[in-house]
């Protein structure tokens, strides 16, 4: 009932104006563990399979997110003891059921989310800890077998320019493909600060394509300190005009996604509750100076 009523709302305000705004779209939460296997082994696609089908009524393609991550973990896998045997069969059980069940219909899939910390090391979760880093290409090998249609991506945040968790990515990325592992494309979500953007995102996204991988801005959004005034929503717009930039200017960076559309919405202030207005769309609905300036850019 309650994720029924969360796509009402959906409709209301994201659905109804996204098909003539954007080309994809990525599900936000209703693809996560916590949503898409409440139960061990018991699934449900409902919200995922309404805003699949809306999408292709309308000519979208969508991005899968995702199918291993820490966070927004059902209780039973949270507080289970699991050893390495179990958890690797729970994972790849949840990825060839979730998999199959989107076959053909996705663009690609996050297949695994935030593996790193910023500095560079592994961030400590049940995969890492219990299966080990092998869960990374144990998901990947997974979810090509059973959906070989999409492509498969590994995403994180903070990883626009260059830095130590960039820089794991691209050794991650390097060891991978030359293990033939299927790994496709390198997700970067840009949750990002105004006014305190990277200068090199160009040279970042630059060496992983250079790698042969595709590149794609998932999770745009750029934050500010609250009240918004018309000094930061200029910067915003000008930031977000650097972050399109960056992806147009390279042929292998294929999308951008921006997470959510309107800033009552938005995460954001959920999580920074000092911090808001971080999309192109106020909370009226109407276009922000952000809005023109990424129109502009494209
Ligand atoms: C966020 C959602 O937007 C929120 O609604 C939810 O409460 C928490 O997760 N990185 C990710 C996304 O990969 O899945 C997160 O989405 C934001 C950070």
Not at 39 to 47: A, D, I, Y
Not at 52 to 79: C, E, I, M, T, Y
Not at 93 to 105: C, D, L
Not at 169 to 186: D, I, R
Request: with cysteine.
């Amino acid at each position: 009932m309650v994720l029924l009523g969360n796509i009402l709302v959906l409709i209301d305000t994201v659905l109804l104006f996204s098909s003539k705004e954007f080309g994809m779209i990525t599900p936000e939460n209703y693809q996560k563990w916590f949503a898409t296997e409440p139960v061990r082994n018991q699934f449900n696609f409902t919200g995922a399979d309404y805003i699949v089908k809306w999408a292709h009524k309308n000519g979208q393609a969508v991005r899968g997110h995702n199918f291993v991550w820490h966070s927004q973990l059902p209780d039973w896998l949270n507080n289970g003891t699991w050893d390495k045997k179990t958890l690797n069969s729970i994972m790849v059980n949840h990825i060839v059921k979730m998999g199959s069940h989107f076959r053909g219909k996705l663009y690609a899939w996050d297949v695994v989310n935030e593996p790193y910390n910023d500095d560079g090391t592994w961030r400590s979760t049940i995969w890492h800890d219990i299966i080990g880093p092998e869960f990374i290409s144990t998901a990947l090998t997974t979810a090509h077998a059973v959906d070989p249609f999409a492509k498969l991506y590994i995403n994180d945040y903070n990883v626009e320019g260059v830095n130590a968790k960039s820089d794991a990515h691209y050794n991650l990325a390097k060891s991978l493909l030359k293990k033939h592992v299927p790994y496709h494309g390198f997700g970067i979500q840009g949750h990002l600060v105004v006014a305190q953007l990277p200068k090199d995102i160009p040279q970042n996204i630059a060496r992983f394509a250079g790698l042969g991988l595709e590149v794609a801005i998932t999770e745009l959004d750029i934050r500010m300190d609250l009240p918004n005034n018309a000094k930061n929503a200029t910067l915003q717009a000008n930031d977000y005009k650097t972050v399109v930039n960056a992806c147009v200017d390279n042929r292998a960076c294929v999308g951008i996604t921006v997470w959510e559309t309107s800033d009552d919405y938005s995460w954001i202030p959920g999580v920074f509750p000092t911090q808001g207005d971080a999309l192109l769309f106020d909370t009226n609905k109407d276009p922000k100076p952000a809005y023109y300036a990424v129109a502009d850019a494209l």
